[in-house]
């Protein structure tokens, strides 16, 4: 993957400054809404198959938001220079804060943060960054020990103190508890099984090559290249997390559980917010788009009640529904 990306921005030849502020970096895509009323320029750094950067794409599309897209090289990640933070997805705002842009983090804060601002965008974006604090905690390895940043109350929504949303403690408390577990545990699956095997390995790069159009980008010998190299390591690298995170012997019975885990949390509605897909219902489509062409995606389908509640999200998203949605805020 790797390889295809370094490949790709060495043919395409993007043109990066590394300040953000005034930059000239050439987006690789827009995505334009008509119905889009937010009045944000956005941006999003990312890798296009990156379960993570999906997410917060769901949640755009679904919301009409408009925004750039920057693939990031993932190799040399010249295209996020400017910035500390060298994870993806970045979303960054501007023509908003101090300093004429600002930069969120973190997929579950982006939501976060873009979902309070549509729930009352009386509160600048820069105001609402504030209520996220970060922290570093030291995470002690078998060799050695590394530190990460995390925000602790990152699936939480902020409302000024004389408003609150509909919705009962209990569904505020239901949506956060899901959106964790699709953070936390539901993530750890998709590697594992989408390089099975070789052949599912080589076959998920195929897939990667139809979703970042590589026959456009790449010529034969680049593609075939990217696809047999990344498809044999990635095959590896599978094993090792299977074995990180615990997975049954047949890592498809862990997919499968996680896929009957979510129909649980559905409860019988048409999503996990009720009539409306909420952040939860968001992360986790985001999260199967990642590896909707695959053979993993497709065994799941078949041996779990979840394709329903699937086809659902992807009209609500594809439709753009949420942008003129009544948005459930009151006052106390």
Not at 132 to 148: A, C, L, N, Q, W
Request: aromatic share 12%; proline share 3%.
């Amino acid at each position: 993957g790797s390889l295809g990306t370094a490949l790709l921005f060495d043919k395409q030849k993007y043109v990066v400054n590394a300040d953000f502020p005034g930059q000239s970096i050439v987006p690789t895509k827009q995505i334009r809404f008509d119905d889009d009323k937010t009045g944000l320029k956005l941006t999003l750094f990312q890798f296009v198959t990156c379960p993570f950067c999906c997410k917060v794409r769901a949640m755009l599309n679904y919301n009409g938001i408009s925004y750039d897209v920057v693939e990031v090289n993932s190799i040399t990640r010249d295209e996020i220079k400017w910035s500390k933070y060298k994870k993806v997805p970045i979303l960054v705002a501007q023509g908003v804060g101090e300093e004429g842009y600002v930069q969120l983090n973190d997929s579950t804060v982006i939501m976060s943060v873009l979902e309070s601002y549509l729930n009352d965008k009386t509160v600048s974006l820069q105001k609402l960054l504030t209520f996220y604090p970060t922290m570093d905690k030291e995470i002690k390895g078998r060799f050695r020990s590394k530190t990460v940043t995390e925000t602790p109350n990152k699936n939480f929504l902020m409302f000024q103190d004389h408003l609150t949303d509909k919705r009962t403690p209990e569904e505020r408390a239901e949506e956060r508890r899901i959106r964790v577990w699709v953070d936390t545990v539901f993530v750890h699956l998709i590697s594992p099984n989408v390089y099975r095997t070789m052949s599912e390995s080589l076959d998920t790069f195929q897939w990667f090559s139809k979703a970042g159009d590589w026959e456009t980008n790449f010529t034969g010998f680049q593609r075939n290249t990217i696809i047999y190299i990344g498809g044999f390591v990635m095959y590896f690298v599978g094993k090792k997390l299977k074995r990180k995170y615990n997975l049954q012997k047949d890592v498809r019975e862990s997919l499968y559980e996680g896929g009957n885990a979510w129909v649980n949390f559905l409860k019988g509605r048409k999503f996990v917010g009720g009539d409306q897909p909420n952040l939860a219902d968001l992360s986790m489509y985001g999260m199967l788009t990642a590896m909707e062409g695959t053979e993993a995606f497709r065994d799941l389908v078949d041996n779990t009640k979840l394709k329903p509640w699937y086809d659902r999200t992807k009209t609500m998203v594809e439709g753009h529904q949420g942008a003129n949605r009544a948005r459930d805020v009151t006052r106390k």
